[in-house]
């Protein structure tokens, strides 16, 4: 089975903050948007400042390292607290980033991905997804919690942050 890392069509999700859950043979992704009152680079350079992370951020409780192209990051999420993630930011353009984490031989493999479309009225759609997916998925995926409370707080604390320093 050949690891999935595709792209989340992010323009079809709805814009309320409510996450979503999709299941299908192969892959397993949780999705939310939420509309932002600013610009996307203003979105863009809180995602950026991972030193900011656990200030505004109430779903990470630690977060270290330069989140730039090729650099690898360290983050311990609240869904496992006693487990350090090491991100590789696979992708960063102006108003996209890609954080991809997994098992060797594509065994096991999670892609986050974020995303920061201007809207026609000058505001911007926050949009991100994680796909798991690798021939491991079967046996891990019962043992991952659901994701969708964390994404919908992810985004809710995004939106605060980036608007209050807008």
Known sequence: MSVIRQTPDFHSLPTDGKAAERKEA??????????????????????????????????????????????????????????????????????????????????????????????AKGTTVFAMSEIFSGAMLGMIAKSLPDQRATFEAFARDLKKEVERSA
């Open 26 to 119: 192969g892959f397993l992704a949780y999705q939310v948007a939420l509309e932002v009152d600013a610009p996307p680079e203003k979105v863009m350079a809180v995602l950026t400042r991972g030193a900011d992370y656990t200030r505004w951020n109430s779903t990470v409780t630690k977060l270290e390292g330069d989140i730039a192209l090729g650099k690898k990051i360290k983050l311990v999420s609240v869904l496992a607290p006693t487990r350090t993630f090491k991100l590789q930011v696979s992708e960063l353009g102006a108003d996209s980033m890609v954080w991809e984490d997994g098992m060797p031989f594509g065994l096991f493999r999670g892609v986050r991905s974020f995303r920061a479309t201007r809207t």
